[in-house]
């Protein structure tokens, strides 16, 4: 389900206190900054998803949750129970706190708790569109593939670039959060209008952009399952992570990093993936799982007939890992259309036909 914009000028992009309402219920979504998150939370979580909705947690592009299928409206004792999870911290500023992080960068936690605490201690920043995204990478500029509205990469010798649209400029680190504090302030005094969503919406000569130079990158793209040093980057199915998933998990970790890629990092795990395999999460590229996404499709969502994730789920069956990315989708809105390469297919009829477009299969 995508967020949509409302006859106000406003979106949709839900929030615990602003759920948007899909076909099969209220959808709530939380912010993880920087994709850091207790194992235990994230086994709340999947309690609650079960206990009050469909028993699956989704993993956003944005590297954020989803619950669905909620009861409209949210009762108080559900409100409370996700408060208690911690993922609310501030009523004002739930929708805005939109922040991906390098997964692999441990030295850029500080970075990113920065920069929560500056936007959500700024009044005028609640009025940020929930769609806006800001970013941090290290060297490795991992993530930056994403559509962020404001990024910043640190670079070595206290060195960094502040980076808007297509534009960079240097910045010392010591800098960066203000940096970004106030470009997102000139956005939101310069934008068109309240529909105006995002830095790559605005105008070249916009004031967002001032003191900055035309930039281009070669940039890294998601990080596949697998090993990735000490670490283990695990893929989730159709980025839905289920009981059985947190049990495993549960037993390995007391922390995870959420990716934009329906994945997450384990850390200090890249010896051990056996028990998280068995519970049928992807430890490595040559799953066909690594290769599949879906939009949310029939019946959570009233735009289409087609059951995608089922048709992706017996596709995996007969596919092999090698091949190009496949994205099912229901609708021309093609929601969670993948930011690297990809093939979408638009309302397929059946599983054939996405087996087919795979490009190879058992
Ligand atoms: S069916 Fe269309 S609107 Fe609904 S989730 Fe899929 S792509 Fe989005």
Not at 51 to 62: I, K, N
Not at 70 to 87: F, Q, S, V
């Amino acid at each position: 389900m995508t967020s949509r914009a409302r006859p106000d000028g406003g979106d949709r992009c839900p929030g615990v206190l602003r759920p948007f309402v899909a076909g099969d219920g209220a959808l709530v979504r939380l912010r993880v900054p920087g994709g850091l998150i207790g194992v235990d939370v994230l086994a709340d979580l999947v309690g609650i998803a079960a206990e009050y909705g469909a028993p699956v947690l989704q993993l956003t592009s944005r590297g954020n949750l989803q619950l669905r299928a909620l009861p409209d409206p949210l009762t108080e004792e559900l409100i409370e129970r996700i408060e208690a999870t911690g993922l609310l911290p501030s009523a004002s500023h739930e929708r805005v706190r939109n922040i991906l992080a390098a997964p692999l960068a441990v030295s850029l936690r500080p970075l990113v708790e920065a920069v929560d605490a500056a936007i959500t201690s700024d009044p005028a920043l609640s009025e940020l569109p929930g769609r806006f995204l800001f970013a941090v990478s290290d060297e490795s500029g991992s993530v930056l593939t994403e559509g962020w509205d404001l990024a910043y990469q640190a670079l070595e010798d206290h060195e960094g670039v502040l980076l808007a649209g297509g534009f960079a400029a240097q910045v010392h680190p010591a800098d960066a959060v203000a940096e970004l504090i106030r470009r997102a302030h000139l956005f939101l005094d310069h934008r068109a209008g309240d529909d105006v969503w995002n830095v790559r919406d605005l105008p070249t000569d916009s004031p967002v952009f001032e003191g900055m130079l035309p930039y281009g990158a070669r940039l890294p793209g998601p990080l596949e399952p697998g090993p990735a040093g000490a670490d283990l980057v695990v893929g989730v199915p159709l980025g839905m992570l289920r009981p059985a998933h947190l049990d495993a998990l549960g037993e390995l970790a007391d922390e995870v990093v959420l990716t934009p890629w329906k994945s997450f990092v384990v850390p200090g795990a890249a010896a051990d993936p056996g028990r998280l395999q068995d519970a049928g999460l992807v430890t490595t590229s040559t799953s066909p799982w690594s290769r599949i996404t879906a939009c949310v499709g029939a019946p959570y969502c009233a735009r289409t007939q087609t059951h995608t994730l089922d048709l992706a789920t017996a596709a995996t069956a007969q596919m092999t890992g090698a091949g190009p990315r496949i994205h099912v989708v229901g609708c021309e809105r093609r929601c969670g259309e993948p930011s690297s390469d990809h093939l979408t297919l638009v309302a397929p009829t059946d599983v054939h036909q996405v087996v087919a477009a795979s490009g190879d299969h058992r």
